[in-house]
C-alpha cells in the first residue's frame, strides 16, 4: 500500500512532537491522528489531539475519574500533570496546558 502525503506529514509531526515515544504507543497515536475524522485538521494538530486523548486514557486514571462520577471536564483538570509528565518523558516539544480544549476523545477508546 503506498504512502499518502498525509501519512508522512503525520509521521514526521510524531517524531517531531514525541521523539522517545514507545514504538508500540507512537503507533496507536499515529492511528488515531490518520482517522477520516482528524483529516480536516493539519497534520500536526491531528497528532497533538491523538496524543493527549491517548496519554488521558492509558497513563491517567482519567476513566476511572469519570467512573467515579466527576465531569469531563473536572477529570481533565485532574489528570493535567499525569499527561504532562508523559509527554515530559517522551520529551514532547510541546505541553498540555491547563486551559486548553481538546478535542472530545470519549469515542477514540475502539
Do not use: C
Not at 37 to 45: A, C, S
Not at 57 to 78: K, P, Q, S, W
Not at 81 to 102: C, G, H, Q
Amino acid at each position: 500500500m503506498a504512502v499518502t502525503g498525509r501519512q508522512r506529514a503525520i509521521a514526521k509531526a510524531l517524531t517531531t512532537l514525541l521523539p522517545l515515544g514507545p514504538f508500540a504507543d507512537m503507533e496507536v497515536i499515529r492511528q488515531k491522528a490518520g482517522r477520516k475524522k482528524m483529516k480536516p485538521l493539519p497534520p500536526q494538530f491531528s497528532v497533538w489531539l491523538a496524543a493527549v486523548a491517548y496519554v488521558r486514557h492509558n497513563y491517567t486514571d482519567y476513566d476511572t475519574l469519570l467512573e467515579e462520577g466527576y465531569d469531563r471536564e473536572a477529570a481533565r483538570f485532574f489528570v493535567v500533570d499525569a499527561i504532562n509528565e508523559k509527554l515530559t518523558e517522551w520529551r514532547s516539544t510541546r505541553l498540555l496546558d491547563p486551559d486548553e480544549v481538546t478535542e472530545d476523545d470519549e469515542n477514540d477508546q475502539d
